[in-house]
């Protein structure tokens, strides 16, 4: 089906169902229970799930197959934002033509940042993505401000009007798309439990299956196999008549392009963009998602987005008083004891969590969550049938050097 | 030229801070081949090493005032360190003002300690995984260590003024033979560069002039064959790694009065330090130094309003646009040496 084999295809179809029906599976406890901040199902939360998914599915296609370790990545995003950006102020307030723009700026910084940066690899490739990046957000912050706003950052203001939609005198306008507004609503209350289906949140989450769909496709294209070429040994493809440089510089502009539309997404959101989105932080979160979900392979890097972006907005919130309540069934000694002992690692400080969860995953599961996945399946069928352990060495073993 | 000298002086502390940053890593990187994001972390932790000391001897206890009571009719009280109980006021005053650079006494052990334990226990595990991981799990390592001290410090930067001595400006301009208030330079900047002179020189004095310096420069340069002549080179290695979290440490210690620490400085520095080991070469240390100052300086010079007229914003993107003309023109750097890292 779509060209995809079956397996590849149930995963498409998984990652369907899931999104699409994300405010529901989100949003499993009732509101009025103790557990109802543990909801992430809306949809500010749900549209940034998908759209740093789309951000982490592209910097995967160029780290996860070619290997090569971009650390300026948010500069693309911040890019593809402010291109998408002044899409909406001057042209039209339909998100479509602003998304289309962020990607072909993006695209175009990726040209010209990855001509220069793919002539040197491995830590010295690092530290010219980085070097750009930094660069983009120095100017964007200080020199670039009639473009960018500086600090500000730019936003729909009243006097803007864009030439294709027809705004009254003084009217903010908002982001639509063929006039649906982004931040309709349908709410739906089912007993105790209440559902939000938002536009924005749909149509990022349409924008990301495609973008899911298409890495898959690269993942099994012959380039896809070109490109773990360039990651497994360079030498040996230049000695077989193969420059490795097309494929990557290639890799790299996909990428940012990828960052690019999450970019123009974002500001389709919320329409606002600010220049600490390129900072070089920003760059590493995408770096922590990808490794996080799992380097190289298709759902990984989606996993950890949400992972991530779970434990920055929903994790972050629990306060004292928070445990306070839930511990409140211990002695009291016991009780502030424990709290003293979890209070570090969430609300302000889930930097830490990350931080250590991450610091784990590097060193225990260089596949990250989704080969934690497979382990423990692994385990469960090894315990059914011990023969299975033979085809697992042998689907394993990697060709002798 | 009054502007030029200005100019090289304000470069100074900033390379000084780059230049010592960059010796480490560049100590660590010729020596264990590891690339240590975390670095900057243990520059942080240097600083916070100054403010830990500051605290801890002006630790004061309630001390009632004979005949005074306050506005309720209680008797008053006073807190007192316990350093004047000890010492007498005069000399308890002394040490409190001079705490930053007592520090360094203190920084010196706990950074050995900090940088040995962090090799041993993390690093040591790192060696024969690709340069990828060792980038991640020590820039994990950074995010970790970086939120620690947020947790116990707080996220606000804390002031840690210099001693009384050294407080006021130096006035170059009258002692040089220009005219007097030209150029004026924070006394306490002049000691971050003789400091950071004279930690440069010790470690290149150490490595040149000791038979343990010459066994790690026989190390780096092949350290199979080292080990094969019965010389435990790891354990000597582990040396250099504290030896390296030591210099970065004592970098932040010396930097807490130009800049009041908090928990993210090391971040900021650790980007710039990075291009500077780029542009010095991977693994050569005079290299690093050389670097280190170099582009400390070019940014001063970049940040001039002369230089701001027609270039603006070329302040704040000079090191990076340098690091980009040198690592694509000449690829192993000012110093590097041949095939250290060239791909």
């Given at each position: 089906?779509?060209?995809?084999?079956?397996?590849?295809?149930?995963?498409?179809?998984?990652?369907?169902?899931?999104?699409?029906?994300?405010?529901?599976?989100?949003?499993?406890?009732?509101?009025?229970?103790?557990?109802?901040?543990?909801?992430?199902?809306?949809?500010?939360?749900?549209?940034?799930?998908?759209?740093?998914?789309?951000?982490?599915?592209?910097?995967?296609?160029?780290?996860?197959?070619?290997?090569?370790?971009?650390?300026?990545?948010?500069?693309?995003?911040?890019?593809?934002?402010?291109?998408?950006?002044?899409?909406?102020?001057?042209?039209?307030?339909?998100?479509?033509?602003?998304?289309?723009?962020?990607?072909?700026?993006?695209?175009?910084?990726?040209?010209?940042?990855?001509?220069?940066?793919?002539?040197?690899?491995?830590?010295?490739?690092?530290?010219?993505?980085?070097?750009?990046?930094?660069?983009?957000?120095?100017?964007?912050?200080?020199?670039?401000?009639?473009?960018?706003?500086?600090?500000?950052?730019?936003?729909?203001?009243?006097?803007?009007?864009?030439?294709?939609s027809n705004l009254a005198e003084g009217e903010i306008g908002r982001a639509n798309l063929f006039g649906m507004d982004m931040?309709?609503?349908?709410?739906?209350?089912?007993?105790?439990?209440?559902?939000?289906?938002?536009?924005?949140?749909?149509?990022?989450?349409?924008?990301?299956?495609?973008?899911?769909?298409?890495?898959?496709?690269?993942?099994?294209?012959?380039?896809?196999?070109?490109?773990?070429?360039?990651?497994?040994?360079?030498?040996?493809?230049?000695?077989?008549?193969?420059?490795?440089?097309?494929?990557?510089?290639?890799?790299?502009?996909?990428?940012?392009?990828?960052?690019?539309?999450?970019?123009?997404?974002?500001?389709?959101?919320?329409?606002?963009?600010?220049?600490?989105?390129?900072?070089?932080?920003?760059?590493?979160?995408?770096?922590?998602?990808?490794?996080?979900?799992?380097?190289?392979?298709?759902?990984?890097?989606?996993?950890?987005?949400?992972?991530?972006?779970?434990?920055?907005?929903?994790?972050?919130?629990?306060?004292?008083?928070?445990?306070?309540?839930?511990?409140?069934?211990?002695?009291?000694?016991?009780?502030?004891?424990?709290?003293?002992?979890?209070?570090?690692?969430?609300?302000?400080?889930?930097?830490?969590?990350?931080?250590?969860?991450?610091?784990?995953?590097?060193?225990?599961?260089?596949?990250?969550?989704?080969?934690?996945?497979?382990?423990?399946?692994?385990?469960?069928?090894?315990?059914?049938?011990?023969?299975?352990?033979?085809?697992?060495?042998?689907?394993?073993?990697?060709?002798?050097? | 030229?009054?502007?030029?000298?200005?100019?090289?002086?304000?470069?100074?502390?900033?390379?000084?801070?780059?230049?010592?940053?960059?010796?480490?890593?560049?100590?660590?990187?010729?020596?264990?081949?590891?690339?240590?994001?975390?670095?900057?972390?243990?520059?942080?932790?240097?600083?916070?090493?100054?403010?830990?000391?500051?605290?801890?001897?002006?630790?004061?206890?309630?001390?009632?005032?004979?005949?005074?009571?306050?506005?309720?009719?209680?008797?008053?009280?006073?807190?007192?360190?316990?350093?004047?109980?000890?010492?007498?006021?005069?000399?308890?005053?002394?040490?409190?003002?001079?705490?930053?650079?007592?520090?360094?006494?203190?920084?010196?052990?706990?950074?050995?300690?900090?940088?040995?334990?962090?090799?041993?226990?993390?690093?040591?595990?790192?060696?024969?995984?690709?340069?990828?991981?060792?980038?991640?799990?020590?820039?994990?390592?950074?995010?970790?260590?970086?939120?620690?001290?947020?947790?116990?410090?707080?996220?606000?930067?804390?002031?840690?003024?210099?001693?009384?001595?050294?407080?006021?400006?130096?006035?170059?301009?009258?002692?040089?033979?220009?005219?007097?208030?030209?150029?004026?330079?924070?006394?306490?900047?002049?000691?971050?560069?003789?400091?950071?002179?004279?930690?440069?020189?010790?470690?290149?004095?150490?490595?040149?002039?000791?038979?343990?310096?010459?066994?790690?420069?026989?190390?780096?340069?092949?350290?199979?064959?080292?080990?094969?002549?019965?010389?435990?080179?790891?354990?000597?290695?582990?040396?250099?790694?504290?030896?390296?979290?030591?210099?970065?440490?004592?970098?932040?210690?010396?930097?807490?009065?130009?800049?009041?620490?908090?928990?993210?400085?090391?971040?900021?520095?650790?980007?710039?330090?990075?291009?500077?080991?780029?542009?010095?070469?991977?693994?050569?240390?005079?290299?690093?130094?050389?670097?280190?100052?170099?582009?400390?300086?070019?940014?001063?010079?970049?940040?001039?309003?002369?230089?701001?007229?027609?270039?603006?914003?070329?302040?704040?993107?000079?090191?990076?646009?340098?690091?980009?003309?040198?690592?694509?023109?000449?690829?192993?750097?000012?110093?590097?040496?041949?095939?250290?890292?060239?791909?």
């Amino acid at each position: 089906m779509l060209g995809l084999n079956k397996k590849d295809f149930r995963l498409l179809m998984i990652v369907l169902g899931l999104t699409m029906l994300a405010p529901f599976i989100l949003n499993p406890f009732p509101s009025s229970s103790g557990l109802a901040q543990f909801n992430a199902g809306y949809p500010d939360l749900m549209q940034r799930f998908v759209i740093f998914g789309i951000f982490a599915i592209g910097f995967n296609i160029l780290f996860g197959l070619t290997g090569y370790l971009s650390f300026g990545h948010a500069a693309f995003l911040g890019v593809g934002s402010y291109g998408a950006m002044w899409m909406m102020k001057l042209f039209s307030l339909n998100v479509i033509p602003a998304i289309i723009m962020g990607v072909i700026v993006a695209g175009i910084f990726a040209v010209a940042v990855g001509y220069v940066s793919l002539r040197r690899s491995g830590i010295y490739f690092s530290i010219l993505t980085l070097a750009f990046a930094q660069m983009s957000y120095a100017l964007a912050y200080s020199v670039l401000t009639p473009i960018t706003g500086g600090e500000t950052g730019l936003q729909i203001k009243s006097t803007d009007s864009p030439l294709l939609s027809n705004l009254a005198e003084g009217e903010i306008g908002r982001a639509n798309l063929f006039g649906m507004d982004m931040r309709a609503s349908y709410e739906m209350a089912v007993g105790d439990w209440l559902f939000t289906f938002n536009a924005g949140y749909y149509i990022a989450a349409v924008f990301m299956l495609i973008s899911f769909y298409l890495a898959i496709r690269i993942f099994r294209s012959p380039f896809g196999t070109m490109l773990r070429a360039v990651k497994s040994n360079q030498t040996r493809m230049y000695y077989t008549g193969l420059n490795a440089r097309p494929y990557t510089l290639a890799a790299f502009v996909i990428s940012g392009m990828y960052a690019g539309l999450a970019g123009g997404l974002l500001v389709a959101m919320d329409t606002q963009v600010g220049p600490e989105r390129m900072f070089w932080t920003a760059s590493g979160e995408v770096v922590l998602m990808t490794i996080l979900g799992g380097a190289g392979t298709l759902i990984g890097p989606v996993l950890g987005a949400g992972a991530i972006k779970y434990m920055e907005n929903i994790l972050s919130k629990i306060n004292k008083d928070i445990l306070h309540q839930w511990f409140a069934f211990l002695p009291d000694g016991l009780e502030d004891f424990i709290i003293t002992l979890v209070y570090p690692f969430i609300g302000k400080g889930w930097h830490l969590t990350l931080g250590l969860i991450f610091m784990a995953v590097v060193i225990f599961l260089p596949g990250g969550l989704v080969e934690g996945g497979q382990r423990i399946k692994r385990l469960f069928s090894r315990k059914k049938k011990p023969g299975d352990d033979e085809a697992d060495k042998a689907s394993q073993s990697t060709p002798a050097e | 030229m009054e502007a030029i000298i200005l100019q090289i002086l304000n470069g100074l502390d900033k390379g000084s801070a780059y230049a010592l940053i960059a010796l480490g890593l560049t100590l660590i990187f010729g020596t264990l081949g590891v690339v240590n994001f975390a670095h900057g972390a243990l520059f942080m932790i240097g600083a916070f090493c100054a403010v830990t000391l500051s605290r801890l001897i002006s630790l004061s206890h309630e001390v009632a005032v004979e005949g005074k009571v306050d506005f309720l009719g209680n008797p008053a009280t006073e807190s007192v360190p316990y350093i004047y109980d000890w010492f007498g006021r005069a000399t308890g005053d002394a040490i409190i003002d001079w705490a930053v650079p007592l520090s360094i006494l203190f920084a010196i052990p706990v950074m050995m300690l900090i940088g040995v334990i962090m090799e041993r226990g993390l690093i040591k595990h790192f060696y024969n995984r690709p340069h990828a991981d060792q980038i991640l799990v020590t820039f994990g390592l950074a995010i970790v260590l970086q939120e620690i001290i947020k947790y116990y410090y707080g996220a606000n930067p804390i002031p840690t003024p210099a001693p009384d001595a050294f407080r006021g400006s130096f006035d170059f301009g009258a002692a040089m033979g220009f005219d007097p208030n030209t150029i004026i330079y924070p006394y306490w900047r002049l000691v971050y560069f003789a400091f950071a002179a004279v930690i440069i020189g010790a470690v290149f004095a150490f490595l040149q002039f000791t038979t343990f310096g010459m066994v790690v420069r026989a190390g780096m340069a092949d350290r199979e064959t080292v080990g094969l002549l019965g010389i435990n080179i790891d354990r000597r290695f582990t040396i250099m790694f504290g030896l390296a979290a030591a210099v970065a440490g004592l970098a932040g210690v010396m930097y807490t009065p130009i800049n009041s620490p908090n928990y993210h400085m090391g971040m900021d520095f650790l980007v710039l330090s990075f291009v500077v080991v780029v542009v010095g070469g991977m693994g050569s240390l005079p290299g690093a130094v050389l670097a280190g100052f170099l582009l400390g300086i070019l940014e001063s010079f970049a940040s001039m309003g002369a230089v701001l007229e027609v270039l603006p914003g070329l302040n704040q993107i000079i090191i990076y646009l340098v690091a980009i003309i040198i690592l694509l023109t000449r690829p192993r750097g000012l110093m590097g040496r041949k095939g250290v890292m060239e791909d």
